[in-house]
Structure formats: C-alpha cells, structure tokens
C-alpha cells in the first residue's frame, strides 16, 4: 500500500472516529450549543440532546411560563428525515423581581433537555446532521429578542457515552422530581388554593410555578399553611375563573428540591391546612452555616449543665471534683474519659436516632426515656449508685464501673467513662437554648456535618468538668483551695446521695407514665429484691444471686407489660386544658380562636420547670382565661408520631416546644425554651 492511500485511509478512519460535533452559536449577550448524551444514536433508537446555553452576566432568560413579563426560548428545527424530538424540559426556575413585576426564569448557565428518536433508515457510520433556530428574550434592565444557530453531527451506530454525557447527567438530576401523591387546586372567593396531601417534604419555603399562565398572579406571594397530613398553598387569582385543561407545575422548596406535579380540580383536603405556615428554615450548608451549627451546638452543650436536666448526675461530678486536688494525674484521665464517654454517647443517640427514621419510626431527640425499658433500668442505676454513695453495700469492681460508681482503684477510668454515658442519658432529652436549632440542623443534614454538629455538643457538655479539674490540678491556688482529705468527702458523698435517690424516684414516676399501673408495682417488687441482695443481710450467700438475678428479670418483665394509654400525670397541675391534636388544632383556628399549644414529657425536666414556674402561675392562667385563649396540652412521654410530625413542622426534634397562635389565624409565634412568665403573659395579653 502506498504512502498517499494510507494517508488517505487514516483519514476515513478518523473521521469515521471522530465523536459527536457540536457548533457553538452566539448572539450578542447569549452563547449556546447543542450537545448530545451518547456520541452515537442506534437505529430506531433514543437519545437526549440539551441546549447548554449561557447568558451574559447581569442577563437573564425565562421559563415555560415567564410569569409578568417575558418569552421563553423558541425552536425552530432543522432535522433529517425520520428523526423526531419532544418538547424541551425546563429545570425548576427562580423568581426573578423587576420593578414590581416577577417574572419566571434563570441566571446563569441553563441546560433544557430535549427527548429525540432515531427513526431514519439510515445505518450504522452515517451522519445524521441537527440544526436548530433558537429565539430568546434575554433581560436585563431592558429586553432584547436574540436569536442564534446551534448545530450536531450524530453518528448512527451502537450507543456510547459523548464528551457531554457528564453535562446531561447532571441536568438530568436538576429536574423536578415526580411528586408522589395527588395534589389538588380549587378557587376560593379570589384566592387560589393548593393542597399536597404529604408528610415527608419540609414545606418551609414552597412556591408554586403554574406551566399555564393566568392562573396565580405571578406579583401574588404565596402564603404557606400546614396540616396534619400535609400543606397548602394560597395565592390571587389571576382571573375570575381556572383556565381551561389540565393545569400542571413544578413545587419548589427552600431547600431547592423541586417536583414535577399535576392538579386534579377539588376542594382541599381539611388535612393539608390550619396548623399556620412554619417558620422558613434557615439552614446553611454551606460550611460558614454547618461552622454557625456547630458553635451553637457547642454553646447548647455549655448550657445544658446548667440545665435542672442535668441535676441526677450532678453528685458523681461534684465528688469528682472534690478528689482532683488530691490524686491530680488520676484526676485529669478520669475528666478526659469523662468528655470522652459525654462525646461517643451523644454521636450514638444521633446514629440511633437517624438510623430508626429511616425505618419509618416517628422518634425524635429523647427518644430513648420514652421506652419503659430505659427508664427501668436507669431507676434501678440510679437506686444502686444512691446506696453505693449512702454506703451502704460495697460490690465488685465490675459492678461499680456501672453508671459511674465509685469504683476500685483498678478501674476509675471506666466508671468516668460510663458517668459521661449516664449523664447524657439522662440529661439529654432536655433541649438547652441553641441545641435545638443545632440539632435540627444536624438531624437534617446527616452524614459528617451530622457527626461534626454532634461531636461540638458533647465537647460543650463535657468541657466545664474538664477545665475545672485542670484548674484544680494544674493551679496550685485552686488546689490550696480546697480542704484536706477528711471525714467531710464521706458526709458529702452521704448528703450528695440524696440527689440519686431523688433522681430514682423521678424514673418511677416517668415509668408510671408508660405502663400500667401492676407494671410500676412490679417494678418496685424488683428494685426491693434488688436492694436485698446487695445489702448486708443474714441471707446466705448462694442465695443473693439468685435473688438479684430475680429482681433483674422482674425489672425487664416489668417494662414488658402493656402500655399505658395516657400519661395523665405528665400535665398533672396544669390548668384546665384540652389534649393536643392537629386536627383539634386546626379547627380551633378555623373559628379564628388564640391557641398556646405545650408539648412536654414527663421526663422532660426542664418542662416541668417551666410548667411549674410560668405554666401553672395565676398571671399565666388569668391571662389565657381573659383572652379567651385555648390552652392545648401534647404529651410525649411515649411515642406519638402526629406529635413527632409537629415538631418537624418547626425544625424541632424533641420537648419542650411552646407555640402561641394569635387569634385570626396569625402566624405562629415560636416561644424559647426556657421561659418567662413576664414574656409569656405579654405575648398572650397582645395575641399576636
């Protein structure tokens, strides 16, 4: 073969080689191209093509339906014969303000995805040549109408990735997601009304785009109101009647996602409004959002201490402290195995947490005292340290690293680890100010920023009982501070140990909530047998353990008996009141009556603060009865997912929650967690 025709024939083969060929178009403030999935197309087959197409910055494009003002892209094809294409499919648009008009398009780099079939009878290694004529407005603080050529070349043969299958895949994903539930529109009076009957999508945020026009005046802001099993959306009317045919659109969230929903035309279900709009989440993740998270989770950890949550452990630390000034290398292991024990148990609580949701589970944060079982078994935790402080029964170092016990000298390290495990058991279910946002946050997002968010809590909780051991052993003034070893550690330990009582008898209580009542004297017949076998008794020896493996049975057998069905106790000494529900709620403020909703739990100590300290006064009574306000109690002592969905509702994922709702249906007001009975009293005496 010579030189010149193998010239000749690298060249056929190089063509024959060469992938998809796109001609760039440009107009004067717009370049697009159009670009393939797949270098070649099968015979008969189907590929998508997209328009990737760029504005000019400052310079914007519209929408199907452009809202005010506006046109959106055009096409005029130029195909070959037997080759077909579908509509373009837009990605969800933004809302784009211009001098009191809004309109409906997008900033930036837009790809439209365009369906097309190769139904040529052309065969593999032919060309099958693409034109199209495209006409856009394109705007700034004026409009100009643009137009611009954009070509391919496709190859027909077996399909394989082209040099801009990345760029369709991920326009791919940037469109509406189908919605999974039947959404319905109706006209009321002037007002358009929407309804998506779901539970699982955060709806702070939503807006709805019509693909028809004349439908929601564009300029019309969309109010958001949520139900018990979903949320509505309400705007003007564009006209005095709902257009023709079917009507269709894409629901936007704040978080972004979108979907792709179609209207059937019927009253709204009363489910899907009446709870109030949510307030709009304001979650940032970028990373100065998750950094914001962490600092508040730390903060919230900070405070947490200082939380009456937190009183039950307060024994264990404070005989720590007081022994740091004397063992000080012992001292600063066991607050490091401390912070280390707060840590891991808060990062598990959330992987538990998160993981249990996405099975379904309606649980929030303090999920884990509202299982019988836990409660049980902390009670008698808790009993066995009060005797161990009371001295009254010594047992083995295995048996005293249990929930921090003062233990051997052989194994202090453990029992710091496990008061860090117990503290947070028991003293997480409260949510200190800044926690709850920080856990919202992080249950939200999951994954490292979860694990980040999380980490920042237990470093907050654990930090105060470090740095004061580190003062007391690294500062000889701080040490010189404190007394000499004497016969004071043993009347403190004595007196301190009234607070593990306290705490057990509160975890009686808290488990008289969650089953009936031959449960809890079952669970007190254990405890008892419990007590016997480890106190100094004439029983003999080979006795006791089987009395103790008695008592333990008996504690599980105890939570094992059935539920009870109310928690009554949980709202015992609150005022009249009616028991929390969204429907009960809804219609409430369907009659345009005030409501202050209270979810609380019996073990939510900082609940029964507040209710206690504001919930229960004589100003807080008088001014609901003078306003007329519904005072609506939830208890979630034990597992409830229409209480579990509220708290969604309101980035919330445990107790306490305070909501006020004005009378006229106003906005709900969210109050702290901590609260004030000057505060609150203003806030139902103004009703709004």
């Known amino acids: 073969m010579s030189s010149v025709l193998r010239f ?23 370049t697009a191209r159009l670009i393939a999935e797949s270098a ?33 892209p055009r096409f005029k094809w130029n195909l070959p014969d037997g080759l077909s294409v579908a509509d373009a499919q837009f990605p969800a648009p933004e809302l784009l303000p211009t001098f009191g008009l809004v309109s409906y398009g997008f900033n930036g780099q837009t790809v439209l995805l365009i369906p097309a079939h190769n139904g040529s009878k052309l065969t593999a290694g032919d060309t099958l040549p693409i034109k199209a004529h495209v006409d856009f407005l394109v705007c700034a603080d004026v409009c100009i109408p643009e137009s611009l050529d954009v070509s391919l070349d496709l190859k027909v043969g077996a399909p394989k ?71 509505s959306l309400s705007g003007k009317a564009a006209g005095a009647a709902l257009p023709d045919g079917v009507l269709s659109g894409v629901l936007k969230l704040a978080d972004g996602k979108a979907y792709r929903v179609t209207l059937t035309r019927a009253p709204l279900s009363p489910s899907v409004h009446g709870l109030g709009a949510a307030p709009v989440s304001q979650t940032d993740t970028t990373l100065t959002g998750v950094l914001i998270a962490m600092a508040f989770a730390f903060v919230g950890g900070l405070i947490l201490n200082l939380m009456p949550c937190v009183f039950p452990v307060l024994s264990m630390k404070l005989l720590s402290l007081a022994r740091s000034g004397h063992d000080k290398g012992l001292a600063q292991q066991e607050a490091l195995f401390y912070g280390a024990g707060t840590i891991i148990t808060f990062v598990s609580l959330a992987l538990i947490l998160t993981a249990a949701r996405l099975f379904g589970q309606s649980i929030g944060w303090g999920f884990q005292l509202q299982s019988p079982y836990v409660t049980a078994g902390l009670s008698l935790i808790m009993l066995l340290v009060a005797l161990n402080m009371s001295g009254l029964f010594e047992v083995g170092a295995s048996l005293q690293a249990v929930g921090g016990l003062q233990v051997s000298a052989n194994r202090p390290r453990l029992g710091a680890f496990l008061t860090g495990v117990l503290a947070v058991v028991v003293a997480a279910p409260c949510t200190a100010p800044f926690m709850a946002t920080a856990i919202g946050v992080a249950l939200a997002q999951g994954g490292l920023v979860s694990f980040a968010i999380f980490v920042a809590l237990g470093v907050g909780f654990a930090l105060p009982f470090v740095v004061l051991t580190y003062l007391i052993t690294l500062v000889p003034a701080v040490a010189k501070a ?73 504690c599980g057998l ?93 980035g919330r994922s445990g107790v306490p929650l305070y909501v006020y709702y004005g009378p006229n249906n106003a906005e709900p007001v969210v109050l702290p967690q901590i609260l004030k009975t000057a505060d609150v009293v203003k806030l139902v005496r103004a009703g709004k």
Request: charged share 15%.
């Open 161 to 231: 990735p082209g040099p801009d299958a990345g760029v369709i895949d991920k326009a791919r994903q940037a469109m509406p997601a189908p919605f999974g539930a039947q959404a319905t529109v109706d006209l009321r009076g002037d007002q358009v009304e929407l309804g998506f009957p779901v539970k699982d999508i955060k709806a702070q945020g939503a807006y709805f785009f019509f693909e028809q026009g004349n439908v929601i005046a564009a300029a019309s802001p969309q109010a958001l109101d949520t139900g018990s099993a979903g949320f």
């Open 8 to 30: 000749v024939v690298c060249l056929f083969l190089l063509a024959f080689a060469l992938p998809t060929q796109a001609e760039e178009g440009k107009s004067a403030h717009i």
């Open 482 to 554: 404190l007394p000499k070893p004497g016969k004071w550690m043993d009347i403190l330990k004595h007196a301190l140990s009234l607070l593990m009582y306290a705490a057990c008898v509160w975890l009686i209580w808290v488990f008289a909530q969650q089953v009936q009542v031959y449960g809890v004297i079952l669970l007190a017949f254990a405890l008892v047998l419990v007590v016997i076998a480890v106190l100094k008794s004439p029983l003999p020896k080979f006795i006791k353990p089987v009395v103790l493996v008695g008592g333990l049975v008996l």
């Open 40 to 72: 070649t197309v099968a015979p008969n087959g189907d590929i998508t093509l997209a328009l990737d197409y760029t504005p000019a910055p400052g310079w914007h494009t519209y929408w199907i339906n452009p809202g005010d003002t506006g046109l959106p």
């Open 558 to 650: 105890a939570a094992s008996l059935p539920r009870a069905e109310k928690a009554p106790s949980a709202s015992s000494g609150l005022m009249a009141h009616k028991v929390f529900s969204t429907e009960g709620l809804a219609a409430l403020r369907a009659e345009g009556k005030p409501v202050f909703v209270d979810l609380t739990a019996a073990w939510c100590v900082t609940c029964k603060v507040n209710e206690r300290l504001v919930l229960t006064t004589p100003e807080f009574e008088k001014a609901v009865n003078d306003t007329g306000t519904v005072y609506m109690v939830g208890d979630w002592t034990n597992q409830d997912a229409e209480i579990a969905h509220y708290l969604t509702l309101f």
